[in-house]
């Protein structure tokens, strides 16, 4: 968590309230960009769920803020200059630099990512597999009203492996994949949103084949009414429903995929822009033991097939986000016991379970003494700390059960029970039975 990035950008967003108080509306408006725009890299590398929503809502409450201060200096006739040398194709560096922003928020790739690459989730998959994939191999089944679905929303708890799905049928499709945050559409540029939505858009029609997956849409679908809709949220929203409504029409070789977290707050008509709504739930305990062995990996562990049944039942109400967590946590624990240790042994470790460098070339037969966590009560521990031993005979020893079990206990999950009752109640009224 950046709290000195985050401590930075709130010292920014009160320098510009205090201009805004003092009528220096443009250098309000600058400083609380500022603040704006650093928030958003926070957000971006921020691994804590709380965090992110946090950041979420205050960006969401800025957008606001600089509309209405926006809405101050067109009434005072100010115009607004930016003193930046002119540079670039277009002549003009603000709106060079703009473009530049907009390029850097949408990440277009070419992912690659299996449906095997997924844990669970297999009445998700299905369907999207037939969404995408039946329409690819035998484009003769769909002629006439019988068109492939082109606008498909996921929703569900956060961290569940929806923005993974939407790879998944980027790959599936071999298309260009497109993606940005509904934040980064409405607050990277106040005032350019709707521009932003439309070249994003015309981005993935250049393309042979493109997959359009926009996160967080409530952020700028939310429902008509709602006190705290700025005048350029309404903009960037009708103009969305604009792009949406071309989505699907003849030649048109866009896939829309959109998630989120709180599907109550979509306006109805952008609901109805949906052809299909899919639920994706917290993953059973059967997902959650595939999910561990997943993560897992190639890690060296003595987990054995008895544990991950038992981490699969411990671990309910957790996400796949959480259990990422989890897994790398229990990863440093091994770290954490050499740290702490006070007394060390030497064992010998067969070659090919050593970690030190200077043996690489002996054979596997070989073995070689290493430095391993002990304690006081050991007759062959010998009394000293990490820092006396050289990096090379230092045992690396595996993740345990034990290991897994304290960063379960200690890594409290991100999803609210009340958020999981809501969602299924939405999805029993509103979502698409697959």
């Given at each position: 968590m950046n709290t000195s990035d985050e401590n930075k950008a709130q010292t920014k967003i009160k320098q510009g309230e205090e201009f805004e108080k003092q009528n220096k509306l443009k250098e309000a408006r600058d400083s609380i960009i500022e603040g704006l725009n650093i928030l958003m890299n926070v957000r971006a590398q921020s691994q804590n769920q709380d965090q992110h929503n946090r950041i979420t809502q205050l960006l969401k409450e800025l957008v606001v803020?600089?509309?209405?201060?926006?809405?101050?200096?067109?009434q005072a006739g100010i115009k607004i200059d930016n003193d930046k040398k002119k540079t670039g194709s277009t002549g003009n560096a603000d709106d060079d630099k703009k473009k530049d922003d907009l390029d850097k928020s949408i990440l277009s790739e070419k992912?690659?990512?299996?449906?095997?690459?997924?844990?669970?989730?297999?009445?998700?998959?299905?369907?999207?597999?037939?969404?995408v994939s039946l329409p690819k191999k035998h484009p003769e089944l769909f002629v006439g009203e019988r068109k492939p679905w082109k606008s498909i929303l996921m929703f569900g708890?956060?961290?569940?492996?929806?923005?993974?799905?939407?790879k998944a049928v980027a790959t599936e499709v071999d298309a260009k994949f497109f993606t940005i945050s509904s934040a980064e559409i409405n607050s990277k540029w106040v005032g350019e949103g709707e521009k932003n939505v439309r070249e994003l858009f015309e981005k993935a029609r250049n393309q042979e084949q493109s997959v359009i997956f926009i996160d967080e849409i409530d952020s700028i679908t939310a429902k008509r009414g709602d006190e705290t809709e700025s005048e350029s949220a309404r903009r960037i929203k009708t103009e969305l429903f604009i792009q949406m409504q071309g989505v699907g029409s003849k030649n048109d070789n866009i896939l829309l995929l959109a998630a989120t977290n709180t599907p109550w707050n979509i306006d109805s008509a952008a609901l109805r822009r949906f052809n299909k709504r899919v639920y994706i739930p917290l993953p059973d305990t059967q997902t959650r033991e595939k999910l561990f062995r997943l993560k897992f990996g190639k890690a060296q562990t003595n987990l054995n097939n008895e544990d991950y049944h038992k981490l699969g039942e411990l671990s309910e109400g957790r996400s796949g986000s959480d259990i990422t967590?989890?897994?790398?946590?229990?990863?440093?624990?091994?770290?954490?016991?050499?740290?702490?240790?006070?007394?060390?042994?030497q064992i010998s470790v067969p070659v090919q379970n050593s970690s030190s460098t200077?043996?690489?070339?002996?054979?596997?037969?070989?073995?070689?003494?290493?430095?391993?966590?002990?304690?006081?009560?050991?007759?062959?521990?010998?009394?000293?700390?990490?820092?006396?031993?050289p990096?090379?005979?230092i045992y690396k020893s595996p993740v345990t059960f034990a290991h897994v079990l304290a960063s379960l206990q200690k890594t409290k999950g991100s999803v609210m029970p009340e958020d999981v009752r809501h969602c299924i109640q939405w999805n029993e009224e509103y979502g698409t039975t697959i």
């Open positions: 803020k600089i509309d209405k201060i926006d809405g101050k200096i067109k992912p690659n990512v299996k449906w095997s690459d997924i844990a669970g989730l297999d009445d998700a998959k299905q369907f999207l597999q037939e969404a708890p956060p961290g569940t492996g929806k923005s993974f799905l939407a967590n989890i897994v790398r946590d229990a990863l440093y624990q091994p770290i954490r016991d050499v740290e702490r240790a006070t007394h060390f042994k200077q043996i690489a070339s002996q054979t596997p037969q070989q073995t070689v003494k290493l430095w391993a966590a002990s304690n006081s009560n050991d007759k062959d521990a010998v009394a000293m700390t990490l820092d006396q031993i990096a090379n005979e």
